[in-house]
């Protein structure tokens, strides 16, 4: 019997080795480092790059993928474990080749792109040589992407791309962009949309303002304007008409990655509460010693064991399907659980820390943002729930006539009438 929740050895001696190596020398990195995307910027060359060489001699390089695309082919399961390390830090996921958006990005060329897409947009960015962005989202209603109106048009041997997307992280420092427009506005926008690369430089192509969230006055969340943005027809990302099930794939994965990686975030605020809770006096001794604070570490602890083991539950899904279509009711719980976890756990560490929790010089206002942001990236909750109730309800069946299967006097007579010659033998025996 198959049922187990031991990580083999030779792996966990890895995942311990992650564990120091990102605590000692790549989380120290996030407190005096810029972007992690900026791959030009000269300190990012300078620390960065000997780290990931250390990561790549570990055999923990790009962990996302199969190893035909210089990845491990670890699965769902190993990388969540990997990520609830990585999680915790900024800077780590570039550190091991596996940050998104350029992740989700590599993994729908791999399984869509041509020869040549893979070795010019591919290659360098399994390398951790560039950046790139994903650019889906319109500023008039991201929800619902059948409401897209970006427009891509052949022209001659090529495209030509009208309309603004929004909220293209990390633009300003992508090599490319993946973006999705309508080209046939005469079928459903399941068929009528497609993918297509675009280089970072292409003209017609500007970035109206870097979009910062929180108090951020310049983000790194690109508001784009496509205005005559050409393209050579070789752009095309997959086949034309299939954005839909191309943004499936990739957004399938980068759910559950941003759930691996929350997990650490929330473990992260639950380590600096208990802390807290041992070290904070009052008059009646230290906040552990007092109920309510008690009730805080206890409610927080069950929460995070059980979104983690949704998690782990839904990778190990998706490792046994290989299939993302049929754990979408899956990754769309976790989607809809993570904020929640996320903003409860945090919430609690930041009140237990008093005013020094909601000041900057703690992270939990950030971290809150982080949770409010993981309610609406990749779709917000209501639409998750909505998937998960209605797959759910596939499985139900209206019940005939006026009482529910579980009304107990219709259930009672029912089996008083299937075991009606034992009892009435009992009867007569007593
Ligand atoms: C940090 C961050 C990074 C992002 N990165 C990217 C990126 O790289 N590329 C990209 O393309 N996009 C990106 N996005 C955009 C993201 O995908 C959209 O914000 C998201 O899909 C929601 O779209 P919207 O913001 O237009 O909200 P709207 O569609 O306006 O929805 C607003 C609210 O209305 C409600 N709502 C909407 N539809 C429904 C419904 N069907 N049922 C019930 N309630 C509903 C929900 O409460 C929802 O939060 C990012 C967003 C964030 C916050």
Known sequence: MAWDFETDTEYQELLDWADAFVRDEVEPLDLVLGDPYDKADPSFRRLVRPLQRQVRERGL???????????????QVRLALLNEILGRSRFAPSVFGCQAPDSGNAEIIAHFGTEEQKKRYLAPLLDGEISSSYSMTEPHGGADPTLFTTR????GDGWVVNGEKWFSSNARHAAFVIVMAVTDPDVSAYEGMSMFIVPAGTPGLTI?????????REGS???????????????????????FAIAQ??????????AMRTIAQVRKAFDMMCERAVSRQTRYGPLAKLQMTQEKIADSWIEIEQFRLLVLHTAWLIDKHQDYRKVRKDIAAVKAAMP?????????????????????EMPFAKMLLGAQAMGIADGPTEVHKIT????????????EGLWPSGHLPTRREAARERYAAALEHALGNE
């Open 61 to 75: 390089w790009a962990c996302h993928l199969g190893p035909d695309l210089g990845g491990q082919g670890y699965g």
């Open 152 to 155: 891509a048009e052949r022209d």
């Open 208 to 216: 109206v303002r870097n979009v910062g969230v929180g108090g951020e």
């Open 221 to 243: 969340h690109g508001y784009l304007r496509y205005e005559d943005v050409r393209v050579p027809a070789d752009n095309l990302l997959g086949e034309e008409g299939g954005a």
């Open 249 to 258: 794939t990739r957004l399938g994965g980068g759910r559950i990655h941003h």
């Open 340 to 360: 929640k976890v996320f903003h409860d756990v945090v919430q609690r560490a930041m009140h237990l820390h008093g005013a020094l929790g909601v000041s900057g």
């Open 388 to 399: 998960v109730a209605r797959r759910l309800l596939r499985d139900y069946e209206p019940v």
